[in-house]
C-alpha cells in the first residue's frame, strides 16, 4: 500500500469520526434524566469518545483492508460452505436433530430452565416455519403474522374458559379461527405489491392489538386473560391432588408427583406441532399448489400468463402459514395459562420475520438455526436486553447487506425439467 | 359548529406535523423506490435532539425567537447526519438486490434506532414545561370557546414556510432538477454527469431534516416524547404519503393534513381509544381502492 492511500484512508477515517461525534454527541452525550418537576442532563462524554474512538479505527482497520476484502470473502466463503454441508447432508441432518430433540429432557444436564428455553426456542422454530410458507414459499412479506398468533392465543384462551372444552378441541379451532383472519385480510390486500403487504399486514398486526387491548367485555383489555386451563395427557390432568373422580397422570403410571412431567409433556406437545408443520410444508411444496407458490414468488407475471390464479394462490399460502400461527398461538396460551395483549406486539413479529430472513428465506433447516441462535443468544444476555435488541436489528442489517439471501440461501427449485443435473 | 371548528384547527396543526414526515417517505420511494422504513426512528431522534437542545438553551436564558431558531437549525443539522449515515450503511450497498431486502435492513435499522436510544436516553417519558403558551379564543360569547393557541399558529406557519422554501429546491434549483432526473431514470441521469450517490444522499438528508423539524413541533405540541414515538408516527406519516399518491410532494402535504384530520375527527367525534385503529384503516383502505392515491401517478408493472 503506498503512502498516499495511507494518508487518503486516515483523513477519511477522521470524517467518520466527525460523523460519528455527531450522531453519538447530543444522544449518547446528554443523557437526559427526570430530577422532581423538570428534566436534567448528564453529561456522558467518555462513553462518546469511546464510541468516536473505536468507530475511527473501525474505519482505518477496514480501509487497509479493503484493498484485499479478506473479511467478507471469508465470511461468505464460510456460510456457503456451511449450507453445502447441510443441503448434501440434510438427511442425516435433520434426523439427528430430531433424535436429540427427542431425548434431550432426558439428559443428565437438562434442569427446569433448560426445558423452558427450549419450549421457547421450538415455538419460534414452530412460528418461523408457519411464516415460512408465507414468506419463503409464496414470496409475500408479512410483518404482521403475531396477529394470527394472538388470534389464535385467544380464541384458545376464550373457548376454553367459556366451554370449558379440552385443548385437544381448542387448537384445531384455533386454528381455524386464525386461517379465518388470515382469509379474512388476506382477500382484499393480497394484491398489492411487496412493501405495501408488508405495511398493510403490519397495520393490521397492530389494529388486532389495539382490539385486544380496548374491547373489554371479551378480551378483559390490557389486564389478559387469566386462568387458561393447562393440558391434561389425553384426560389425565398434571395435578398433585386430583379432583373427585379424576385421576392425575402421576397416580395412573405410579409414579412421584413432580412438576416436570408437565413441561416434558408440553415439550413434546411442541416438538410434534412444529413437526407436523415442518411435515406439512415439505409435502405441501411437492403439490401443485405449492409449486405454484414458489412460481409466483419467482414470477408473478409468467405466473398469470400461464393461468395461475395469483390472488387466490397467495390467499391459500397465508391461510395455511395463519393456521399454523393460530396451533402455536393455542400453544402459547395453554402454557403459560395467561395472556394478555402485551406478548403480540410488533417486536415478536419482526422476531419472526428476522428468524425466516437470517436462516435464508425458504429453508427449513435454516429456520430452526436461526431460532436457536436467535433466542439461545438473547436468554444467554437476558442481563442486556436492551443492547440485544440494537444486535437483533444490527444483525438483521449486516445480514441483509453481505448475505440477502439470508445464512442457508436454499432457492434450489423443489423440481427441475430433466431431472436433477449434478 | 365551535366544536367542530376546534377540531378542524387541532386537525390541521397535525396535519403539519404528519405532512413533513410524509415527505421524507414519499422523496425516497420516489428515488429508490423503497420504504424508509427507519424513518418515523429518524423523526424520534429529531424529537430528542431538539428536545436536549431545549433543556440546554432553556439555561442560558435566551430570548424565546432566538432558542426556537437556533434548536430549530441544531435539530436539523444533526438529524440530517442521522439520515446520511443511515443510507450509507443500510441502504446504499442493497441497491440492486432483490426488492425486499431493503425494507428487511430498513426495519432492522429502526429496531437498532428504537433501541439505541433506548439506552442512551433511558425508556421513561420525557416531559418538557410548554415553551409557547397562551392563544386566541373565539366564539367567546358560546358555550364553547374556539382555542387557537400560539404554538399551533407556529406550529402551521413553520410548515408553510418550509414547504415553500422546499418546493423552490426542487423545482426551481439544480439539485432539485438532478433530483427528479434520477426520479425518472437513474441510469440515463448517471449518463448525462449527474452524481446519483450523491443526489440520493441529498434527499435522505434533505427528508431528515423535514422530520427533525415535525419532531421538535411533536416535543412542543405535546410536551412528552418517549424512544417509541417514531413507530406509530411513522406508519402514519407513511399512510399520508400513500394517500396523496406516493412519489407526489403536494400530495405527502395533502395526505398529511387529511390523516391528521382523520384522526382528530376520529377521536372527537367517534372513539378516542380507536383512533390508532382509523389510521391504520384509512391505510388498508385507500392501498386497496386507489393505490395510486389522489395525486400519485399509475404504476404498470412491465416485464
Known sequence: MEKKDIIQSFKDSLFTGLIALALFGPIVGLRTASKGEGLFITPQWGVVFLLVGLCILGR?????????????????????????????KAKHF??????????????????????????????????GWGLNIVVGLAGLLDLGYVAFYAVGAYSYALIATTFGWSFWICLPLAGVFAAFFGILLGFPVL????????????????????????????????????????????????????????????????????????????????????????????????????????????????????????TNTKLTA???????????????????????????????????????????????????????????????????????????????VLIMVFKPKGILANRKPTILMHGDKK | MEYFIQQLVNG??????????????TMVYGIIGMINFAHGDIFMIGAFVALISFIIFGLTGVALPIILLLVLLIAMLFTACYGWTVEKLAYKPLRGSFRLAPLISALGMSIVLQNYVQVAQGARVK?????????LEFFKNSEFIVTVSYLQIFIVILTIILMGIFTYLITKTDLGRAQRACEQDRTMTALLGINVDRTISITFIIGSSLASVAGMMFVLYYGVIDFYIGFLAGIKAFTA???????????????????????TFWAGYVSLEYKDVAAF??????????????LGKPDIEKV
Not at chain 1, 231 to 237: D, E, I, K, Q
Request: net charge neutral; hydrophobic share 50%; aromatic share 14%.
Open chain 1, 318 to 396: 397465508f391461510a395455511i402459514g395463519a393456521m399454523f400461527g393460530g396451533f402455536a398461538g393455542s400453544f402459547f396460551a395453554t402454557r403459560q395459562a395467561f395472556i394478555s395483549p402485551e406478548s403480540f406486539t410488533f417486536i415478536e413479529s419482526a422476531i419472526i420475520v428476522a428468524i425466516v430472513v437470517l436462516g435464508g428465506m425458504g429453508s427449513q433447516t435454516g429456520v430452526v438455526l436461526a431460532s436457536i441462535f436467535l433466542i439461545g443468544i438473547t436468554e444467554m444476555f437476558r442481563d442486556l436486553e436492551q443492547y440485544r435488541m440494537i444486535a437483533f436489528g444490527g444483525a438483521m
Open chain 1, 191 to 310: 394484491r398489492l405489491r411487496g412493501d405495501y403487504l408488508a405495511i398493510v399486514t403490519l397495520g393490521f398486526g397492530e389494529i388486532i392489538r389495539i382490539i385486544l387491548i380496548n374491547w373489554y367485555e371479551v378480551t378483559n383489555g390490557p389486564d389478559g386473560i387469566t386462568g387458561i386451563p393447562r393440558p391434561s395427557f389425553f384426560g389425565l390432568p398434571f395435578k398433585r391432588s386430583p379432583d373427585e373422580g379424576e385421576t392425575s397422570f402421576h397416580l395412573f403410571f405410579n409414579l412421584e408427583y413432580s412438576t416436570m412431567h408437565r413441561i416434558i409433556f408440553l415439550y413434546y406437545l411442541i416438538l410434534v406441532l412444529a413437526l407436523i408443520t415442518n411435515y406439512f410444508t415439505l409435502k405441501i411444496r411437492k403439490l401443485p399448489v405449492g409449486r405454484a407458490w414458489e412460481a409466483l414468488r419467482e414470477d408473478e407475471i409468467a405466473c398469470k400468463s400461464l393461468g395461475v390464479n395469483p
Open chain 2, 241 to 263: 404519503a400513500v394517500l396523496g399518491g406516493i412519489g407526489s410532494l403536494p400530495g405527502a402535504m395533502l395526505g398529511g393534513l387529511l390523516i391528521g384530520l382523520i384522526e
Open chain 2, 127 to 135: 416531559p418538557m414545561q410548554p415553551l409557547i403558551s397562551g392563544g
Open chain 2, 281 to 294: 384503516s384509512v391505510l388498508i383502505v385507500v392501498l386497496i381502492f386507489f393505490p395510486t392515491g389522489f
Open chain 1, 94 to 127: 435433520a434426523i439427528t436433530a430430531i433424535l436429540f430433540a427427542v431425548v434431550f429432557p432426558f439428559l443428565p444436564f437438562t434442569d427446569r430452565y433448560f426445558m423452558d428455553v427450549a419450549i421457547m426456542i421450538l415455538t419460534y422454530i414452530m412460528l
Open chain 2, 12 to 25: 390541521i396543526t397535525l396535519g403539519s406535523i404528519y405532512g413533513l414526515i410524509a415527505i421524507g417517505y
Open chain 1, 60 to 88: 482505518f482497520l477496514i480501509n487497509l483492508n479493503s484493498a484485499r476484502k479478506t473479511e467478507i470473502t471469508f465470511f461468505s466463503k464460510f456460510t456457503s460452505k456451511f449450507s453445502a454441508i447441510t443441503e448434501d
